[in-house]
């Protein structure tokens, strides 16, 4: 015993030193291989100029959108000014403002829920544990069978002209890129939740993708939930509007569709 | 003995600087990577090449429709001891907004999807999905058209929409560019081909058309429990 002291007194503080270094350095590299594993990192020189030219086109698509959304509530408040005297177009006013409305292009504020949906914390070397488009696409096709009325994607409109692509192992919506985690905003019933559990689709989702392979699933049922206006294009160019046609009023059960 | 004492020394810092600066540099590029764009630095060139070409094409839309609504703006500004140009204007929007959001019917050149045999529900909303992506403006599945809530449910053999069955076979009508329309659909590993993988025993055609009729949705798109944001 008084041998191993001794021997150990012997070793020179800078190899003890040097140990820990290379004690630190081995977990760094560990930590750098771990990360590096599900989301593959390229550090090649030729990726950087793509990856700002993508930031520059993501920043200037949000100021794009920013800049629709002012001139729409422009014409909004024009219009407002507008209706004085004959009652037509007071009623002209009115159809435009529930047809924006109807498509989407009116930010809503009601009862619902927000969905927080993410990479499972114990991604293996496959891909299974990152959220796919697929996934996303579920949940949103699920709660609008359950009944919701207006859907946001981290803040991204869901409507007629929506896609929801896998881009690397990330998502684009309305072409724009989302990063992981994602916020599902969601208006509808105040049961809303209660009635997507209800769903066999839902369920199968559920324990497939989140409790067998670990994604992240969390919900925060709200009296008030904010989806904000499409502020996308909405432009019709190869079809012509039937002439004769008049907006429609019946309506069917929102959550009478066969999951 | 100093002088072997001051060699062994010199040595010895100079490891200790040699792997100081290593941990130092990739502590460096922990902290980079971390603070990056969330998800930007995961993505293959290729990827990035596509979200770049994505973007492109979403900003000179955007672009267009600014031109569009500064228009607009500039025609309700203008127009106010005008009352006709600013009808027109006004019956021209609402028949735009109404078309697209699906309350009134469309006509146009498109596509013309027939789908025979056993089919799952996911495999008809990868190829809406798809149809979407391609810039389709107008899309109705066996009649129904498609608006935000209407979903194609079931197993193959019992999908329904609406409610309602979904015949065999059964087709999808889409109004749009027929080329784009007819490419992105049918191009070699796309949706047509994935879905061949997954449904060997359905048969999908596309065929595109120089007139085709959207009907307009059934349902009230009007949210009941949604409320405008003030």
Redesign the interface.
Known sequence: MTGLVARARAI?S?QI??SI??L??GF??A??LA?EGP????T?Q??SP??E???Q??A??DA??A??LD??N??QS??AQ?PG??A??KQ??A??G???????????????AVFRLEDSSTLGAADEGLVTANDV?VLV?QL??AG????AVNGER????????D????V?V????L??PYTIAV????DIYERLQQSA?FRAFFLDRVQRVGLGLSVAELDSV??PAF????????????AS????????P?S???? | MNRLFAVGSRR?YL??AL??A??GI??V??LR?QS??????????Q??????A??????D??????A???Q??AT??TS?SN?QT??DQ??S??????????????????VEIGIQGPIGSDAV?DLL??L??AG???IEVDGVR??????V??DPGQL????TAVGDPFVIRA???PEILLGTLTRAGGVISQIGVTYPDAQISVTPLTSID?P???????????????
């Open positions: 020179p800078w030193t040097l270094a290379l630190v350095l760094l590299i930590a750098q990360a989301r593959v990192q390229y090649t030729e990726r793509l990856v030219t993508a930031v086109l993501q200037q698509q794009l959108k800049q629709i001139l729409r422009r014409i024009l219009e507008g005297a004959a037509s177009l002209l006013y159809d435009l529930q047809a924006k409305i109807a498509a989407g292009l009116t930010a809503l504020t009601g009862p619902g696409r096709e609008w069978l919701a009325e207006a859907i869901v409507t007629v002209s929506t896609a929801i692509l881009i690397g192992g990330s684009l309305n072409s724009a890129y990063a992981p208006i509808g019933p105040p689709s904010d989806v502020a996308g294009t909405v432009s019709v160019r190869f079809g012509t509007p039937d046609a008049t907006p429609i009023a019946s309506s069917p929102a009478s569709a066969t999951p | 010895q490891a200790i792997v100081a290593i941990l990739l502590a590029g922990q990577g990056n764009v969330p998800g930007l630095s995961n993505l293959s060139t990827d990035l090449t596509l979200l770049i994505n973007l492109n094409a979403r900003n839309e955007l672009r267009t429709e600014i569009d609504l500064q607009q703006a309700l500004e106010t009352g600013t009808v006004l019956q929007d609402l028949a735009r907004i109404r078309a697209w959001s699906g309350a009134t019917g469309l006509t146009g050149t498109g909303e999905n798809e979407a992506n389709a403006e107008a498609v608006v935000p809530g209407v979903v449910a079931g329904s929409v609406e409610n109004i749009g560019s959207v307009p949705t059934t349902r009230n798109l009007i949210p009941s429990h949604g409320q405008p944001s003030l």
